[in-house]
């Protein structure tokens, strides 16, 4: 076992902070020894069909190159224990290259990847996973997922790949993306191995109450993702007057009101280390069951409002001849 030094993070609240002082040089692994925060008992935790799952997790779409290896490197050190990628986000090895950095425990790291379009038939599974786990630089994945249904290779086909990677070890579970309720209770139905998750679209905006029945039905988590509406929900006058009362943020009360529905885990992607910090702590509060269904507005036109309003505020903040605040 590891010698441990604690002490706090400031950024992360009163979580406690653990230093692991594991010499990772003996697995041929560059070690810089930065601190991380605590390991997984001391985050937030859903357990379906037994698997344990920090309830937020950071999600790396359009991260790429030295900002997602940064990024990543920051999540660890605030806390961050669950990390989802895609073979199709083209940032693997960046995100195995932030893992090797950092002093913290594989065991403790939740780590997803999804199969990309075109890795659907038997022997492309095998292979691509494989090359997933050398990007990756580990051995194993957490939790592999198909990650959008594709109509051209049957379901059976790429299932009974991604089982055999269970019983392998090379991955530990593994689950669906973008799935509608026919497809998950027959992809349910062609697994040896549980499915612990369907990853898809939920927010204030979009409505996954079939979806989000059926997991809590059969214990399978719904993974939130796009969870602030792609940055959407940040200037939404209820959620802002809400945050209010328990000074949290706009994106703290969508966190918040996705992480207090059982069976429901998100990934928010984040890139500042204040942003990552805010989405973390989201657990010293509580909604009211009024607060709860005030938030929940679901309707196409306000989704795609709010994807619109969260690109141009991208392209804004982007934009270098923008007036700087101090
Ligand atoms: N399975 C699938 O098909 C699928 C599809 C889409 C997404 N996903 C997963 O879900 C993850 C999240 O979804 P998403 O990337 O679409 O968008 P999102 O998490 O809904 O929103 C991300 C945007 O919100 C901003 N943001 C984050 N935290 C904030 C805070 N505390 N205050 C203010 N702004 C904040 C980010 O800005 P900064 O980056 O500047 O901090 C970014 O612009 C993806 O990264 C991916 O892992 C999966």
Same mark, same amino acid.
């Given at each position: 076992m590891a010698a441990r030094e604690m002490f706090r993070h400031p950024? /992360?609240?009163m979580k406690p902070v653990v230093f692991l002082d594991d010499d990772k040089s003996k697995q041929g692994q560059k070690f810089l020894g930065i601190p991380v925060a605590g390991?997984?008992? @001391?985050m937030n935790v859903t357990t379906v069909r037994g698997v344990e799952i920090p309830t937020i997790g950071l999600g790396t779409w359009r991260l790429t190159g030295e900002q997602c290896r940064n990024t990543v490197r920051t999540a660890l050190e605030l806390g961050y224990r669950h990390i989802d990628t895609a073979?199709? *986000? %083209?940032n693997e090895r960046q995100i195995g290259s932030a893992l090797r950095d950092? /002093?913290? @425990? %594989?065991?403790s790291i939740f780590l997803t990847t999804k199969l990309g379009?075109?890795?659907?038939g038997y022997d492309d599974v095998r292979r691509s996973t494989e090359e997933s786990l050398a990007k990756l630089s $580990?051995? *194993?994945?957490?939790l592999l997922l198909i990650h959008w249904p594709n109509i051209r290779t049957p379901l059976r086909e790429t299932l009974a790949a991604m089982n055999e990677l269970v019983d392998e070890g090379k991955v530990r579970h593994i689950g669906v993306s973008n799935f509608d309720l026919d497809r998950l209770a027959r992809a349910r139905e062609l697994s040896e191995h549980d499915l612990v998750t369907n990853q898809v679209q939920y927010n204030p *905006?979009?409505?996954q109450t079939d979806v989000l029945d059926y997991c809590r039905i059969h214990d399978l /988590?719904? $993974? /939130? *993702?796009s969870p602030l509406a792609h940055g959407g929900v940040l200037n939404d006058p209820i959620l802002t007057d809400i945050g209010e009362r328990y000074e949290k943020t706009a994106a703290q009360v969508t966190l918040r009101w996705l992480v207090q529905q059982p069976n429901v885990l998100t990934v928010p992607k984040a890139t500042s280390r204040e942003h990552l910090a805010e989405n973390l702590d989201v657990f010293d509060f509580e909604l009211t069951d009024e607060e709860m269904d005030r938030i929940y507005r679901p309707s196409k036109s306000r989704a795609l409002a709010g994807f619109v309003t969260g690109r141009l505020q991208r392209l804004t903040d982007d934009c270098p001849f923008k007036p700087r605040t101090r």
């Open positions: 950024e /992360a609240g390991p997984i008992e @001391d073979q199709e *986000y %083209r950092m /002093a913290v @425990d %594989r065991e379009h075109r890795n659907r $580990t051995d *194993y994945v957490d *905006y979009w409505s /988590a719904l $993974t /939130a *993702y």
